[in-house]
Nanobody, 123 residues
Framework: QVQLVESGGGLVQAGGSLRLSCAAS????????MGWFRQAPGKEREFVAA????????YYADSMKGRFTISRDNAKNTVYLQMSSLKPEDTAVYYC????????????????WGQGTQVTVSS
C-alpha cells in the first residue's frame, strides 16, 4: 500500500551538494514522521535525519549536523534531504523511511522503507 520513491541521488565530487527527494503515497503523510537512513558498502544502516509530523522538530545524526537539512512539504507528500559539503564517507544508499513518531524513527523503529537512491561522492 505504502510506496516511497527516492530520487536525486547521483555522483558528485567532494564538497558538492545534492538534494534527495522522497515522494510518498498510500498513507496519510501528515500523520507520519519521516526520515532518512543510509547504508554504505559493508556497513550497517545508520540513522541520518528525521522530521516530525509538522516539521517543527528535526533531528540529525552528529556527523550530519550542519551539513544536511531535512524538510517536508505535506501538501506534496514529499520529504527532502539537502546535503552539502559532501564527503567520500557519505557514499551510501539513502533510504526514505516512515514512522509514527520521530522519536521512534531515530532509533530504527520504522514502518516503511523506500528502495533507496545511490549517492556516490568522489574524492
Amino acid at each position: 500500500q505504502v510506496q516511497l520513491v527516492e530520487s536525486g541521488g547521483g555522483l558528485v565530487q567532494a564538497g558538492g551538494s545534492l538534494r534527495l527527494s522522497c515522494a510518498a503515497s498510500g498513507l496519510t503523510f501528515s500523520s507520519y514522521a519521516m526520515g532518512w537512513f543510509r547504508q554504505a558498502p559493508g556497513k550497517e544502516r545508520e540513522f541520518v535525519a528525521a522530521i516530525s509530523w509538522t516539521g517543527a522538530g528535526t533531528y540529525y545524526a552528529d556527523s550530519m549536523k550542519g551539513r544536511f537539512t531535512i524538510s517536508r512539504d505535506n501538501a506534496k507528500n514529499t520529504v527532502y534531504l539537502q546535503m552539502s559539503s559532501l564527503k567520500p564517507e557519505d557514499t551510501a544508499v539513502y533510504y526514505c523511511v516512515t514512522s509514527r513518531f520521530s522519536s521512534r524513527l531515530r532509533v530504527g523503529d520504522t514502518d516503511d522503507w523506500g528502495q533507496g537512491t545511490q549517492v556516490t561522492v568522489s574524492s
